[in-house]
């Protein structure tokens, strides 16, 4: 096995690296996003997360934040699917250098959080062990989790975003036998691949929808209007 790419993630040149802020040498949070092939859903996912940080974070925060992403069945080495690169072009997010990768266990390990596009995913993950129940949740079931939890009681930025990070997973796996779906298809992220382009658009906008709260709570910093 390999060890993952670092280079995918904000703050290690990826589309706009954030300088790191003060704090501990070495200091990281890593959010795994996790689908099937590594050419949708899971690089859609990616891309707008970092995209949406550098937009609330600017140039000035946000260092140690490492934002990732894999396939349960990755496409090794694939380039994303034209119509998810589209996706990516709405929202304004960079979609260059991009290719598919398999998930390994290294991935899992070296995550804080992962994030999977559906429940199948989420137990795919856990089921390699590593510890990884506590930090693995699909997008929409942290959003909703996130949703409840009081920002007043995560660290302020000030304190580093890393801190802040790890705080919000500790508060949401907290949470989780209190918060049920109200359906099993709500925590659900459907696959895209092989749609036309309106279906890919949908599904985008259901990824933004669901990583809109999910920024806000890492960073404390809304949308910009």
């Given at each position: 096995?390999?060890?993952?790419?670092?280079?995918?993630g904000i703050g290690e040149g990826?589309?706009?690296?954030?300088?790191a802020q003060p704090g501990p040498p070495g200091e990281t949070f890593r959010i795994l996003h996790?689908?099937?092939?590594?050419?949708?859903?899971?690089?859609?996912?990616?891309?707008?997360?970092?995209?949406f940080l550098t937009d609330r974070l600017g140039d000035a925060r946000g260092g140690g934040l490492i934002v990732e992403s894999a396939g349960t069945w990755g496409h090794?080495?694939?380039?994303?699917?034209?119509?998810?690169?589209?996706?990516?072009?709405d929202f304004g997010a960079d979609a260059s250098g991009f290719t598919g990768r398999e998930l390994l266990d290294e991935h899992v390990i070296m995550a804080d959080l992962v994030l999977t596009a559906t429940r199948d995913h989420r137990a795919q993950v856990i089921s390699m062990g590593h510890s990884a129940g506590?930090?693995?949740?699909?997008?929409k079931e942290f959003t909703r989790l996130v949703r409840a939890i009081d920002p007043a009681t995560l660290p302020p930025?000030?304190?580093?975003?890393?801190?802040?990070a790890r705080a919000l997973?500790?508060?949401?796996?907290?949470?989780?036998?209190?918060?049920?779906?109200?359906?099993?298809?709500?925590?659900?992220?459907?696959?895209?691949y092989g749609a036309p382009l309106p279906f890919f658009r949908s599904i985008g906008e259901e990824i933004h929808q669901a990583l809109d709260p999910v920024v806000t709570a890492l960073t404390g910093?809304?949308?910009?209007?």
């Open positions: 096995m390999t060890a993952p790419d670092t280079g995918r990826g589309d706009r690296a954030i300088p996790v689908s099937t092939g590594n050419v949708c859903r899971s690089p859609i996912t990616e891309r707008l997360t970092r995209h090794e080495g694939a380039p994303m699917e034209a119509n998810a690169e589209a996706v990516l072009a506590l930090r693995t949740f699909t997008l930025l000030e304190d580093g975003v890393v801190e802040r997973v500790r508060a949401a796996a907290a949470l989780r036998g209190w918060l049920l779906a109200p359906t099993p298809e709500a925590d659900e992220v459907h696959d895209p910093v809304r949308a910009r209007a």
